[in-house]
């Protein structure tokens, strides 16, 4: 089977940088994705990782190494509005299994 | 373009109950999944449908089911509905059956049982 995992919580200041790590344990490996979810709301995709290396979007980044089976979510410059659930999910087919998750918690 | 619509956004029903979930993907998109995302569980994958075929099943029981239509619509079924279901379901489409495939989410239908 495939399972991630990512820490449950994370704490940061405003204007600061987070990393959010995942490690995978999967059969057949397509690809990392990153999704944010607002309280209530609807996941909407951030970034895709097929090949090693970062992939920057803005003030997100995205790290995978597949041979150590581990990927990071980097947001830089954290404002309030990035408190929010992180998800990281591995592709099989047309179906993503995901972590359980990262809350981030910016304060003031 | 108009995003992914799931209707109803709430719904509220008895345990034995049936109910049964819509989800109006993005135009163009054929790949339509269902994900139930409850506190304890997380998100968990339950179908996907491409081309009104069923491509990919999660591991639920066979109470839940679904369907796809010739517009790319789709429907989830739970029948005899058990206190446990009660979560939210979220719809996701996307362009093609493909693992890079960027997917969009709709806000999903809460689903409470009483």
């Known amino acids: 089977g495939q399972s991630l995992e990512q820490p449950s919580e994370v704490t940061a200041v405003e204007g600061a940088i987070v990393q959010i790590n995942c490690t995978y344990q999967?059969?057949?490996?397509?690809?990392l994705s990153w999704y944010q979810q607002h309280d209530g709301g609807a996941p909407t995709f951030l970034s895709y990782n097929a090949l090693d290396g970062l992939e920057e979007t803005g003030r997100f980044s995205s790290f995978l190494s597949r041979s150590d089976s581990y990927g990071y979510l980097l947001l830089q410059e954290l404002q309030m509005k990035d408190s929010a659930s992180y998800f990281c999910a591995v592709s099989e087919g047309g179906k993503l299994i995901f972590g359980q998750g990262t809350e981030l918690s910016v304060k003031p | 373009k108009a995003g992914v619509t799931q209707t109803p956004r709430y719904l509220i029903k008895t345990r034995g109950q049936q109910v049964t979930l819509s989800c109006s993907p993005i135009?163009?998109?054929?790949?339509v999944s269902w994900y139930q995302q409850t506190p304890g569980q997380g998100l968990q994958f339950l179908f996907e449908?491409?081309?009104?075929?069923?491509?990919n099943k999660g591991n639920f029981p066979g109470r839940f089911s679904g369907r796809q239509f010739s517009n790319s619509r789709s429907e989830m079924n739970v029948s005899t509905l058990e206190l446990g279901d009660s979560a939210l379901y979220l719809c996701?489409?996307?362009?093609?059956?493909?693992?890079?495939?960027?997917?969009?989410f709709g806000q999903g239908t809460r689903l409470t049982v009483v």
């Open positions: 996701a489409s996307s362009l093609r059956q493909a693992v890079n495939t960027e997917a969009f």
């Open positions: 135009s163009g998109h054929r790949s």
């Open positions: 449908y491409f081309s009104e075929t069923q491509r």
């Open positions: 999967t059969s057949g490996f397509y690809g």
